[in-house]
């Protein structure tokens, strides 16, 4: 069984900064892809940020420049680095990872953390 997990959201100051956390846990062997998503209120779920097995990243355009998406892979864990936070990054911020199993190859989401920037 594969639980996903996060954490290190809060509320922050516009100009601030956050860490997000998300740890995968069970029997896991490797991590492929591994990607941080948000959604805010009325909106559709957006992908922020993307890490591969080798450490190349993707970044949507709103986040370059501010955001830092990082892995331990001893740790199973992701990271993202929010700074210069905006009150427009207000959102629920999830993590996925591309996990193999010996059932096979599996998407796992985490419960999401809320992130609200507001002064």
């Known amino acids: 069984q594969v639980q996903v997990v996060e954490s290190g959201g809060g509320l922050v100051q516009p100009g601030g900064s956050l860490r997000l956390s998300c740890a995968a846990s069970?029997?896991?062997?490797?991590?492929?892809?591994m990607g941080w998503y948000r959604q805010a209120p009325g909106k559709q779920r957006e992908l922020v940020a993307t890490?591969?097995?080798?450490?190349?990243?993707d970044y949507a355009d709103f986040v370059k420049g501010r955001f830092t998406i990082s892995r331990d892979n001893a740790k199973h864990t992701v990271y993202l680095q929010m700074n210069s936070l905006e009150p427009e990054d207000t959102a629920v911020y999830s993590c996925?990872?591309?996990?193999?199993?010996?059932?096979?190859?599996?998407?796992?989401w985490g419960q999401g953390t809320q992130v609200t920037v507001s002064s």
């Open positions: 890490i591969t097995t080798g450490g190349n990243t």
């Open positions: 996925n990872m591309d996990i193999p199993t010996n059932r096979g190859r599996y998407i796992y």
């Open positions: 069970g029997s896991i062997f490797s991590i492929y892809t």
